[in-house]
């Protein structure tokens, strides 16, 4: 079992930024390529940005590439999504997910482990 916990959510004004972390424990985190995904209200849960166990490779959704970036430190089993330029449409409850290294991972039901999630909320 990994266990995830996401922190670092908040209520900001457009155009500020964020910082999410998810700290992961229970098995090697590096065994595991990591993702952040969002939910708004009403809305599917989307794939925001992935990264892959050893960090060389990342991905994000059209619509927050060049603002977002998603990181990892192996040492700390963390991993991070620096969010900047937040739009109101960022506004949702953002989960981090793990899902091992030797699979692929095409979307949200090839991840293993959840997180319970942050809510990031952007005021206009």
């Known amino acids: 079992q990994v266990q995830l916990v996401e922190s670092g959510g908040g209520l900001v004004q457009a155009g500020d930024s964020l910082r999410l972390s998810c700290a992961a424990s229970g098995r090697t985190f590096s065994n595991y390529n990591m993702a952040w995904f969002r939910q708004a209200p009403g809305k599917e849960r989307e794939s925001v940005a992935r990264i892959i166990w050893s960090g060389s490779s990342t991905y994000y959704t059209d619509s927050v590439k060049g603002r977002f970036i998603i990181s990892r430190d192996n040492a700390k089993n963390t991993v991070y999504l620096q969010m900047n330029s937040l739009k109101p449409e960022d506004t949702a409850v953002y989960y981090c997910?793990?899902?091992?290294?030797?699979?692929?991972?095409?979307?949200?039901?090839?991840?293993?482990?959840w997180g319970q999630g942050t809510q990031v909320t952007v005021s206009s």
């Open positions: 997910a793990a899902g091992s290294r030797w699979g692929v991972q095409r979307d949200r039901s090839d991840y293993n482990y």
